[in-house]
Every structure is written in structure tokens, then in C-alpha cells.
């Protein structure tokens, strides 16, 4: 798939507010500073698409851009941001979570983990509440630049073995990096099959 058109339609905080066009919805989420508005950027081939920023927690609302008029790439509020404070945190979670589990246009779900560190608690807790709600994802590692490939690989085994503690199979894994645009086909080929899927 070839990306030719990436428009920003709206931010917002209450999922009646968001797009009611039944287009298909790819969400990515991940943890703050994982590097998700830099991996949305290069995805879209639009290095201004996204916001991206040294400050952790930046993406607040949850954002709709149109892609190629056909489907909706949604950037999510990223979780476990310690500085914000527990209000906003409470209220982020409840839209993330009313989004996530009732928002009937969300095909997938790319939660973005850290290439370079070891299984993170909140990200293992993150993906195990999608599989019990149901919420189809994939597994997206991000910076893979910044480590070497026996390094990566090690790490992936790591997230395998955790993974299959409480899952039978583990989701699609894909491994991108926002620097060399790496992965970026491979998740949007991923992409443009579930659409087909969806057309029948």
C-alpha cells in the first residue's frame, strides 16, 4: 500500500465526538516515549503528521487521520506517564478504555514496546486487558536502530516467553524503526489485508 493522501480530521476526548463514517480504524498506542508519533510520521511518509516532542505524554486526545479517504489511523493517548497527575490519568483511562472496547469501526490495535528494554510490567498488563476485552492487536517494536540484532532478538525472546505464559499464540510481531523507515511496508501491507478482508 502506498500512502497518498494523511489528513488530520479531529482530536477529541469522547468517542461520540469521533468520525461516524464506518470506516475502518488502525489504533497505535504504547507507552510514553516509545516513539509512537515518530513511527506514525514514517508510516504516513509526513514528518509533521504527528507531533512528536522530548516531553513525554504529549498526545493527550485521541487523534483521527484519514488515510487515502479509506480508513482512520488513530493515535492514542500513550500510557503509564508518571508526572501527569492522577486526574488526568483517571480520565485518559476511561476514554482510552471506552474507545478501545466499544468503538465498533477499530479493527486493530498496534501496541508499540521498546525494542531495547526488557518486558515492561505495564505493557504485558496492557496487552493481556486487550485479550480479555477481546481487542484484536499486534505487537509493534520500535527504535530497532538502536541495538544490535543479537540484542533484538534476544529481547523478542524475552517478550515471546512472556507472552505465551498466559497465551496460546502470539499476536503478529512487527519490528520498525522511525529512523531508516524499516517495517514501515510490512505493517502497511498488514494493514491494506485486514481492509481487504473487511471488503469480502
Known amino acids: 500500500m502506498i500512502i497518498k493522501e494523511a489528513v488530520f480530521v479531529i482530536s477529541n476526548d469522547k468517542l461520540e465526538n469521533c468520525p461516524k463514517d464506518g470506516l475502518a480504524e488502525f489504533a497505535f498506542i504504547g507507552r510514553s516515549n516509545v516513539g509512537k508519533s515518530s513511527l506514525i510520521n514514517m508510516i504516513t511518509g509526513n514528518k509533521k503528521l504527528a507531533k512528536t516532542s522530548g516531553r513525554p505524554g504529549k498526545t493527550q486526545l485521541i487523534n483521527h487521520f484519514i488515510i487515502n479517504k479509506s480508513w482512520y489511523l488513530v493515535d492514542l493517548p500513550g500510557y503509564g506517564y508518571a508526572k501527569a497527575s492522577k486526574n488526568a490519568r483517571a480520565k ?42 477481546q481487542i484484536p492487536f499486534s505487537m509493534v517494536f ?43 511496508e510490512k505493517i502497511l501491507n498488514y494493514i491494506e489485508a485486514i481492509n481487504k478482508n473487511l471488503e469480502g
Open 92 to 133: 485518559w483511562e476511561v476514554f482510552i478504555s471506552d474507545y478501545l472496547t466499544k468503538r465498533e469501526t477499530l479493527v486493530n490495535v498496534f501496541v508499540l514496546l521498546d525494542s531495547r528494554l526488557d518486558p515492561q510490567q505495564i505493557d504485558l498488563e496492557f496487552m493481556n486487558w486487550c485479550g480479555e476485552k
Open 142 to 184: 520500535t527504535k530497532i536502530d538502536k541495538l544490535s540484532s543479537t540484542a533484538l532478538q534476544k529481547n523478542l525472546a524475552k517478550y515471546k516467553k512472556e507472552m505465551l505464559k498466559n497465551w496460546d499464540a502470539i499476536p503478529p510481531v512487527f519490528t520498525s524503526s522511525a529512523e531508516s523507515a524499516f517495517g514501515k
